[in-house]
């Protein structure tokens, strides 16, 4: 039930982005509640902010989190709520945009 609450739209790189560009995940929330988003890596997870009800924030992703050939999830934790959907697995390299969809 929890895969189905969250949606990873997918990443499309920027044309040439240097190894110095930050990956960036861009989250449209269009339920309700406002959502608490990390970024999960192995046993670490990384607060990244708050994504508003109804909007569509951006956050940078930690060049930490990115080295090497790890991959990311992202947890999407309601603010009073008890579900935390959290994303599939996914390679995030620098200069990527990586779409995180939360259906209402």
């Known amino acids: 039930m929890a895969a189905a609450l969250v949606q990873c739209a997918g990443h499309s790189p920027q044309s040439g982005p240097s190894p110095a560009t930050p990956p960036i995940l861009q989250v449209e929330n269009l339920g309700f509640a406002d959502m608490v988003v990390y970024a999960v890596s192995g046993t670490q997870r990384v607060r ?14 930690p060049a930490t989190l990115i080295q090497g050939s790890s991959t990311l999830r992202f947890l999407a934790d309601p603010i009073g709520g008890n579900r935390s959907p959290i994303s599939e697995e996914m390679v995030v390299h620098p200069g990527d945009i990586v779409t995180l969809t939360i259906p209402p």
Not at 49 to 61: D, E, M, Y
């Open 48 to 61: 990244l902010g708050l994504a508003n009800g109804n909007t569509t924030k951006s956050f940078t992703i």
